[in-house]
Nanobody
Framework: QVQLVESGGGLVQTGGSLRLSCTASRSIFSISDMGWYRQAPGKQRELVAVFTRGDLTNYADSVKGRFTISRDNAKSTVYLQMNSLKPEDTAVYYC???????????WGQGTQVTVSS
């Protein structure tokens, strides 16, 4: 079983920045694909930014140029740097780990990001 612990959420004004972190409990991190998703009230969970096939990245159109996903395999941690935040970025942000060996998905508990106008 893999546990993911997220941190870094909070309340920020429009135009501000936050950095989210997600640390995995096991050393499968280096052989996994990691990503960030978010879910706003009344909406479906959506992809924000992910690593695919190693170091390739994919971003939602709504965050391109503002958000950056990165990872530190030595620390088993993936980050999401969020700049120029907008009220529509308000959501619970979740990290997901997908093992490239088993294909299993693991989710973090979520961290709230609130952007005030």
């Amino acid at each position: 079983q893999v546990q993911l612990v997220e941190s870094g959420g909070g309340l920020v004004q429009t135009g501000g920045s936050l950095r989210l972190s997600c640390t995995a409990s096991r050393s499968i991190f280096s052989i996994s694909d990691m990503g960030w998703y978010r879910q706003a009230p009344g909406k479906q969970r959506e992809l924000v930014a992910v690593f695919t096939r190693g170091d390739l990245t994919n971003y939602a159109d709504s965050v391109k140029g503002r958000f950056t996903i990165s990872r530190d395999n030595a620390k088993s941690t993936v980050y999401l740097q969020m700049n120029s935040l907008k009220p529509e970025d308000t959501a619970v942000y979740y990290c997901k780990l997908t093992s490239r060996i088993t294909g299993l998905d693991f989710w973090g508990q979520g961290t709230q990001v609130t952007v005030s106008s």
